[in-house]
């Protein structure tokens, strides 16, 4: 069963994942574990090589120098792309630990 052919009773919008994502981005970014999408070496977020003088933020990955996320903060918001990244861990938080 594809994506589209689901039944509409299972489909939220967006704001269902807004708990999930909070504790994403509520964590302490150094001690997020990143996996890179070229050759899987994860590697928390602190280890990895960042170029701070680029247009945007770039991070590239310790294992291979491929860039695992840009992120771009001015005027216009914060643009974050992550194509780089197969998989962002991080540690579980107060409220993921919650029953
Ligand atoms: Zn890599």
């Known amino acids: 069963m594809t994506e589209a052919t ?6 939220l ?12 981005l509520a964590v302490d970014p150094t001690t997020a574990v ?7 070496n994860p590697a928390a977020l602190g280890a990895h090589l960042v170029y701070a003088d680029a247009p945007a ?5 310790p294992g291979c120098m491929q860039v695992v996320l ?3 903060s001015d005027a ?22 919650a029953p």
């Open 6 to 11: 689901e039944p509409a009773d299972r489909r």
């Open 13 to 24: 919008d967006g704001n269902a994942a807004a708990g999930v994502l909070g504790e994403v």
């Open 34 to 40: 990143v996996t890179c999408a070229s050759c899987g």
């Open 57 to 61: 933020l770039v991070v590239r990955c």
């Open 70 to 72: 840009r992120c771009a």
């Open 76 to 97: 216009a918001g914060v643009r974050l792309e992550m194509t780089g990244v197969r998989l962002l861990r991080t540690p579980p938080t107060a409220a993921s630990l």
